[in-house]
């Protein structure tokens, strides 16, 4: 089985038309999709969770995990029928190995080795950060590397210079939180509905006075990120305002933060920029949605001749389309290949 599986792996590598079957089930988000040659969405049905999950005020894994299980089979079946194809046509069944929530990627990686294993197809490990790099192909079909990447998850922030499709250099990292875990902290304290990005971005629009916080200066003439200090500084000043009876801004705060970070994010990506001698800056995962981030990103890449792509909205967030771009480009690069052994990786490197 694994020889055979390796010798159709290998001849995909020169097939004209690639069709993946992908599923993503790394957090929150049931996804399985069908892309054609990377780029060409045939199929894309999500499952969420975040109406299970607002009631925890975030994601439980073990509750992920159970409606995981409870959902993929349907989206396989109704995958095929949108996108009018038979199983027989699959070239490769692709799933996201990690990052994420062990027992959750467990799900989607099960179900695509049982899938693989019937179909007789090859099965491709996908890295869930490559995915989110992969899905500014689907929303810009023209697009091509090389340029940079500034990577805003709820697991990861960095800079990342992709010179081809499966060649990434770190050039800035966070140091301690994410960006997407910065913003889902600060909307907890402010008692705002899960998911915090997009609430905190929505209130954000209402503030009118700037209160002063900071991101970490001890980083300054790096690349790197830290937004544990920021995140800290919002939670004591509403504690404090809390302890002493007064009003929470909750907009001004809001918007004091999205600004700050925001800031943070552009000013570091502009110097990659110039240090790297990019002229062009993609923009991936869930945090790429955030309005003041893409604002601010389009006024500088004008102001200093870049382009700037970011994916559409419902290609920000988790989603099965981006893993099946991303295969599309290990197979023809001749990676990825997993036999049937494949284990989640809850932690894995850029």
Do not use: W
Not at 109 to 130: D, E, W
Not at 131 to 160: D, E, Q, R, W
Not at 304 to 312: A, K, S
Request: proline fraction near 3%; aromatic fraction near 8%.
């Amino acid at each position: 089985m694994k020889k055979f599986m390796s010798d159709e792996f290998l001849s995909l590598k020169n097939k004209e038309d690639i069709i993946v079957l992908a599923i993503e089930s790394s957090c929150d988000e049931t996804a399985v999709s069908i892309v054609k040659n990377g780029r060409e969405v045939l199929a894309n049905l999500v499952s969420s969770q975040i109406e299970i999950h607002r009631r925890f005020g975030g994601v439980v894994p073990e509750i992920a995990s159970r409606n995981h299980l409870m959902a993929i089979s349907n989206l396989y079946f109704e995958a095929l029928k949108e996108a009018n194809i038979t199983p027989n046509q699959i070239d490769a069944v692709a799933v996201t190995y990690g990052a994420g929530l062990m027992g959750a990627l467990l799900v989607g990686i099960n179900f695509a080795k049982g899938l693989s294993y019937a179909l007789k197809k090859p099965l491709i490990a996908v890295n869930h950060v490559h995915g989110h790099i992969a899905s500014n192909y689907i929303s810009h079909p023209s697009l091509t590397p090389p340029f940079l990447c500034l990577m805003v998850s709820g697991g990861h922030t960095a800079i990342l210079k992709i010179s081809d499709y499966n060649k990434f250099k770190m050039l800035g990292s966070t140091v301690d939180d994410a960006v997407g875990e910065a913003f889902d902290k600060v909307a907890r304290v402010l008692d705002l509905p899960y998911p915090g990005g997009p609430e905190i971005d929505k209130l954000a629009r209402e503030g009118k006075n700037i209160i002063k916080f900071t991101v970490s200066n001890s980083l300054h003439g790096t690349l790197n990120f830290s937004f544990s200090g920021i995140k800290t500084s919002v939670i004591n000043y509403v504690h404090k305002l809390f302890q002493k009876g007064e009003q929470i801004p909750k907009a001004d705060i809001a918007r004091s933060f999205e600004e700050c970070v925001t800031d943070e994010l552009v000013d570091k990506t502009m110097r990659a920029m110039k240090i790297s001698g990019m002229n062009k800056i993609v923009i991936a995962g869930g945090v790429g949605a955030n309005s003041m981030l893409q604002s601010k990103m389009e006024e500088m890449c004008k102001r200093n001749g870049y382009q700037v792509f970011y994916p559409m909205l419902k290609y920000c967030t988790d989603n099965a389309c981006m893993i099946g771009s991303a295969a599309y480009y290990y197979i023809k690069k001749g990676i990825g290949l997993a036999s049937l052994d494949l284990t989640a990786k809850p932690n894995i490197d850029l």
